[in-house]
């Protein structure tokens, strides 16, 4: 049976799998459905009553989390229909994180397997963020944006609404972007480009020749900002054989926003080899 703390409040609605935990002064209402192992350690908030909410196994929500809540999309009314809330299997969400119902009827907003959202980090409504990524303290969603797996995104980054980060992409604490980041990408400051993200290439296991491609083509394309079709051609050179750099190019290709400029915005240190210290 579901352990269910005396001071917590879960309507009917509510569907626990047997072993669901649930903490002191935890909120569960309207069309909930939480997977095997999920655990609600106190003070959480699910509400099922915009659209709803399905948990996969394993989740852990902290103090403070609220998911399920209506979007903050003033032409979104109660009511309204909406795909709701859908959390993957693994995902912690830590204290005051939130992740906004959809506006829309056909697709929940989504956070996938593994993700980790750190304290007050938010999903906007209709958002889309893949397995495996992580969201540090602040990091914050607009509506409709898509994060790619095994993207980081560091401290109190702010992601425009339909706005994209690529897989493995890396933007630095502090950052905006109202442009699209490419997969593999480092950026920083607001909508600069400023490397690839060679850290996570390397700890990914990318054999040494793709990633030697892969920062040929952000030397030949992204750090000379050439046109969209000029881009597309010479990515498409270089993607033949490697699979990454392909990747970069359908991104391009599918991108609505402008892509992000390249910008040197310094060297890591006095001492790094250049080659090195624009791409860290």
Avoid: W
Wanted: hydrophobic residues 40%; charged residues 20%.
């Amino acid at each position: 049976m579901p352990r269910i703390h005396p001071s917590a409040v879960v309507e009917p609605t509510v569907e626990l799998a047997d072993d669901v935990q649930v903490g002191p002064a935890c909120v569960l209402t309207g069309a909930v459905k939480l997977g095997p192992g999920v655990r609600l350690i106190g003070h959480a908030t699910i509400c099922g009553e915009f659209g709803p909410v399905e948990i996969g196994a394993g989740t852990t929500i902290y103090p403070g989390a609220c998911v399920g809540f209506g979007g903050q999309d003033a032409k979104f009314k109660p009511g309204m229909a909406s795909a709701g809330v859908r959390i993957g299997a693994g995902v912690t969400l830590r204290e005051h994180a939130t992740v906004h119902a959809a506006t829309k009827p056909d697709r929940p907003t989504t956070v996938g397997d593994r993700v980790y959202m750190m304290v007050a980090s938010h999903v906007g409504h209709d958002a889309t963020v893949d397995r495996d990524v992580t969201m540090v303290n602040a990091v914050a969603l607009g509506g409709h944006a898509h994060v790619a797996e095994r993207a980081i995104l560091g401290g109190s980054v702010v992601v425009h609404q339909f706005g994209r980060v690529g897989r493995m992409a890396f933007i630095s604490g502090g950052s905006a972007f109202s442009c699209d980041v490419p997969p593999y990408c480092v950026g920083a400051g607001r909508n600069s480009l400023t490397g690839i993200n060679l850290v996570g290439l390397r700890r990914a296991g990318v054999p040494r020749e793709q990633i030697t491609t892969v920062r040929r083509a952000f030397r030949e394309v992204f750090r000379r900002n050439l046109t969209k079709p000029e881009s597309l051609a010479r990515l498409a050179e270089l993607g033949a054989d490697c699979p990454p750099v392909l990747e970069m190019r359908d991104f391009v290709a599918s991108s609505q926003r402008t892509i992000a400029p390249y910008r040197n915005l310094g060297r890591a240190s006095p001492t790094a080899a250049p080659s090195e210290a624009a791409e860290v």
